[in-house]
C-alpha cells in the first residue's frame, strides 16, 4: 500500500484536473455543469449523504430481518399482501 500511495503529503489527490481546489469537468458534461468548488459546504453535503444512506440502509435491512421472520417479504415481488 505504501508503494502504491502518494509520493508525499504536497502530492495532489485529484491531478491535472483542478486547479485550486475547484474541479473541471470533462468534455461533454462541462456545457452542462458548472465547475465544483471543493470546500467546507461541498464536504458537508458529502457527509450528510453517507450518513443518510447508512440510516436508509440499516432500517430497510432491519424492516426485510423483521419481516422475513413473521412470513411477510416477498423478495422481488410487487404484492400489496406483502411487506
Do not use: D
Not at 13 to 31: A, D, N, Q, R, V
Not at 36 to 62: C, D, E, H, N, P
Request: proline content about 4%; some cysteine.
Amino acid at each position: 500500500m505504501r508503494r502504491l500511495g502518494r509520493a508525499n503529503s504536497k502530492t495532489p489527490l485529484l491531478g491535472h484536473s483542478c486547479e485550486k481546489g475547484t474541479i473541471k469537468h470533462s468534455f461533454p458534461m462541462k456545457y452542462f455543469l458548472k465547475p465544483w468548488k471543493l470546500g467546507r459546504w461541498f464536504y458537508q453535503v458529502v457527509k450528510f449523504g453517507i450518513v443518510q444512506y447508512m440510516i436508509i440502509k440499516i432500517s430497510t435491512a432491519l424492516l426485510a430481518v423483521i419481516l422475513e421472520a413473521f412470513g411477510m417479504y416477498c423478495e422481488g415481488e410487487f404484492n400489496w399482501e406483502c411487506g
